[in-house]
């Protein structure tokens, strides 16, 4: 057990939804990372927050926003959905900061299916 | 940019000796990760290089050169469950961003 929560664990939706993912980090972190994994594909960047802020992005469509709460849990929403964007989502947290030993805790994953 | 360059695929005996490759950018680098990656599973941390030299921990050690912007994952006594997907990971920048390679898929067979 990595310590990082993601729900919901899978997720049918239809075209054109819209979607919310959550993440808790692990107690004492502040970062949060977000990834995209498609079938058989490695682990696409999506976006890091810090301690509330947001501070790297990386290939995120527009549709797509994130936010980190002052609890420090984070919510990726998925809009307008397209039959592409299945794929399993993972959180990652780290402690973060000049501190940070970078090391990633990786939630169990969000399998999301659009059809 | 911080491309991460692995092989996409590679094929080892159980009990033989395999090593996997990694280039990287230099620009920005601060350290280098290896995550082990199960079909279908969230990665788990393999190993983190930050200084020039070969870490070694069990059977898995790993290898990195900054100046080179190279790395590699050594795997000894290959066993049928480490046939998964290694993953190689640059920490880059002073927010320390994460970049992930495409991973590499080690099929360990009889």
């Known amino acids: 057990d990595s310590g990082v929560t993601q729900t919901p664990k899978h997720l049918i939706t239809a075209t054109g939804q819209r979607v919310t993912l959550r993440c808790s980090p692990r107690s004492g972190d502040l970062s949060v990372y977000w990834y995209q994994q498609s079938l058989d594909q490695g682990l696409q960047f999506l976006i890091?927050?810090?301690?509330?802020?947001?501070?790297?992005?990386?290939?995120?469509?527009e549709r797509f926003s994130a936010q980190?709460?002052?609890?420090?849990?984070?919510?990726?929403?998925?809009?307008?959905?397209?039959?592409?964007?299945?794929?399993?989502?993972?959180?990652?947290?780290?402690?973060?900061?000049?501190?940070?030993?970078?090391?990633?805790?990786?939630?169990?994953?969000?399998?999301?299916?659009?059809? | 940019g911080q491309n991460i360059d692995q092989p996409t695929e590679m094929t080892a005996t159980e009990g033989a000796i395999v090593q996997i490759n990694c280039t990287y950018q230099?620009?920005?680098?601060?350290?280098?990760?290896?995550?082990?990656?199960?079909?279908?599973?969230?990665?788990?941390?393999?190993?983190?290089?930050?200084?020039?030299?070969?870490?070694?921990?069990?059977?898995?050690?790993?290898?990195?050169s900054r100046s080179k912007g190279y790395s590699y994952l050594l795997l000894k006594e290959l066993q049928m469950k480490d046939s998964a997907s290694y993953l190689c990971a640059g920490l880059f920048g002073g927010y320390q961003k994460v970049t992930f390679g495409t991973g590499t898929k080690l099929q360990v067979i009889p």
Do not use: M
């Not at chain 1, 947290?93 to 659009?114: D, P």
């Not at chain 2, 350290?31 to 020039?52: I, K």
């Not at chain 2, 070969?54 to 290898?63: M, N, P, Q, T, Y």
């Open chain 2, 26 to 64: 230099t620009s920005g680098f601060n350290g280098l990760f290896w995550y082990q990656q199960h079909a279908g599973e969230a990665p788990t941390f393999l190993s983190y290089n930050v200084l020039d030299g070969l870490e070694e921990k069990g059977r898995f050690s790993s290898f990195l």
């Open chain 1, 48 to 61: 890091q927050y810090y301690n509330g802020e947001e501070r790297a992005k990386g290939n995120i469509l």
């Open chain 1, 68 to 115: 980190q709460f002052p609890d420090l849990h984070s919510e990726l929403n998925l809009s307008s959905l397209e039959l592409g964007d299945s794929a399993l989502y993972f959180c990652a947290s780290s402690v973060g900061g000049t501190a940070n030993t970078g090391e990633l805790f990786f939630g169990e994953g969000s399998r999301l299916t659009v059809l």
